[in-house]
């Protein structure tokens, strides 16, 4: 159960091409000195390709996990810094909530800002496809039209309005 819990929640690779090579194939193949040197050679390949990818994933997870310990120890530092008895060490404890508070500040911002950017650009496209014209044809409500029809409109679009 450990394996699947851990599949499931995303801790470990679960979909990966790399793992349908390690499938056994059961059809028997004569020896072949050349085969069998590629084979290892493939084999090794794979293998790099599967630990780069697990090492990315366990990275990936160690930022959240990382950002989820700045915010405790700025909830820490903030309830607690009047129980420091040391000035040095409450000054240096100060600047580093000053610190953390400006970095968990700048991340807010920058999700913010990108959160902003994808709605303009989602109402750029929805402006466009309004206005759009597919064919020489104009667009009425509820008209069916294929994706990439409405995706050169769009560009053009979009294109004009930036020229």
Same mark, same amino acid.
């Given at each position: 159960?450990?394996?699947?819990?851990?599949?499931?929640?995303?801790?470990?690779?679960?979909?990966?091409?790399?793992? !349908?090579?390690?499938?056994?194939?059961?059809?028997?193949?004569?020896?072949?000195?050349?085969?069998?040197?590629?084979?290892?050679?493939?084999?090794?390949?794979?293998?790099?390709?599967?630990?780069?990818?697990?090492?990315?994933?366990?990275?990936?997870?160690?930022?959240?996990?990382?950002?989820?310990?700045?915010?405790?120890?700025?909830y820490h530092l903030k309830h607690n810094i009047?129980?420091?008895?040391?000035?040095?060490?409450?000054?240096?404890?100060?600047? !580093?909530?000053?610190?953390?508070?400006?970095?968990?500040?700048?991340?807010?911002?920058?999700?913010?800002?990108?959160?902003?950017?994808?709605?303009?650009?989602?109402?750029?496209?929805?402006?466009? @496809?309004?206005?759009?014209?597919?064919?020489?044809?104009? @667009?009425? !409500?509820?008209?069916?039209?294929?994706?990439?029809?409405?995706?050169?409109?769009?560009?053009?679009?979009?294109?004009?309005?930036?020229?």
């Amino acid at each position: 159960w450990t394996k699947t819990f851990r599949k499931a929640n995303g801790k470990e690779l679960a979909v990966d091409t790399t793992m !349908d090579f390690e499938r056994r194939r059961h059809v028997p193949v004569k020896y072949n000195r050349e085969l069998v040197s590629n084979t290892l050679k493939a084999m090794k390949r794979v293998e790099e390709i599967k630990t780069r990818r697990q090492r990315d994933l366990w990275e990936k997870r160690m930022e959240a996990s990382q950002r989820q310990q700045v915010k405790d120890a700025v909830y820490h530092l903030k309830h607690n810094i009047d129980m420091i008895q040391d000035k040095e060490v409450k000054e240096i404890a100060r600047t !580093d909530f000053e610190n953390a508070q400006a970095i968990i500040a700048e991340r807010k911002d920058r999700k913010k800002a990108a959160e902003k950017a994808k709605l303009k650009k989602k109402r750029q496209v929805e402006a466009a @496809l309004a206005s759009a014209t597919v064919g020489g044809m104009a @667009l009425e !409500d509820g008209a069916k039209v294929s994706a990439k029809a409405a995706a050169k409109a769009v560009t053009k679009v979009i294109a004009k309005k930036a020229a």
